[in-house]
């Protein structure tokens, strides 16, 4: 009788769970869910003025990515900002859309509300899916977080 197996046991994360998103604080424990199996993990941060992307790279190959830009003042969730249909959750006065592997949330910035602009911030999952209830806890923290940033200044 022969074995199906070939033997080798599952892939596991040989790395830790990063804090932040380029320097943007998101706990590691909701990262964690975003991240799959691999050696070495490091993020590259890339933007012009007013728009911020990181990516969240493992074994090579972009596995998060999550930006934060300004649009301009009147653009909301259900415009389809980033291909995101309204629907998401609300919290507090900030709305966020969510899917099972990409969230965007629309960012309540107190000092930039008189010019013409608001911030949104995007975290998109780009192999496999995390599930709503993970995307929303990190899209929730990310926000949070741009808010706190030289982005909503």
Same mark, same amino acid.
């Given at each position: 009788?022969?074995?199906?197996?070939?033997?080798?046991?599952?892939?596991?994360?040989?790395?830790?769970?990063? $804090?932040? /998103?380029?320097?943007? @604080?998101? $706990?590691? $424990?909701? /990262?964690?869910?975003? /991240?799959? @199996?691999?050696?070495? *993990?490091?993020? =590259?941060?890339?933007?012009?003025?007013?728009?911020?992307?990181?990516?969240?790279?493992?074994?090579? %190959? +972009? =596995? +998060?990515?999550? *930006?934060? &830009? %300004?649009?301009?003042?009147?653009?909301?969730?259900?415009?389809?900002?980033?291909?995101?249909?309204?629907?998401? +959750?609300?919290?507090?006065?900030?709305?966020?859309?969510?899917?099972?592997? %990409?969230?965007?949330?629309? *960012? @309540?910035?107190?000092?930039?509300?008189?010019?013409?602009?608001?911030?949104?911030? /995007?975290?998109? &999952? &780009?192999?496999?899916?995390?599930?709503?209830?993970?995307?929303?806890?990190?899209?929730?923290?990310?926000?949070?977080? =741009?808010?706190?940033? &030289?982005?909503?200044?």
């Amino acid at each position: 009788m022969t074995n199906c197996s070939s033997g080798d046991s599952p892939a596991k994360r040989e790395y830790a769970a990063p $804090s932040s /998103l380029c320097g943007t @604080a998101v $706990s590691s $424990s909701a /990262l964690e869910p975003l /991240l799959p @199996a691999g050696k070495k *993990i490091s993020s =590259v941060r890339s933007g012009p003025a007013g728009f911020a992307r990181c990516r969240l790279v493992v074994d090579g %190959q +972009v =596995v +998060v990515t999550s *930006i934060a &830009e %300004q649009w301009r003042s009147g653009t909301t969730l259900s415009d389809g900002t980033y291909g995101i249909k309204s629907g998401g +959750v609300e919290k507090g006065n900030t709305r966020y859309a969510v899917t099972d592997a %990409q969230a965007v949330g629309r *960012i @309540a910035c107190a000092k930039r509300g008189g010019d013409g602009h608001v911030v949104f911030a /995007l975290v998109r &999952e &780009e192999h496999g899916t995390a599930g709503a209830a993970a995307m929303e806890k990190v899209i929730t923290e990310f926000t949070d977080s =741009v808010s706190a940033s &030289e982005q909503c200044a």
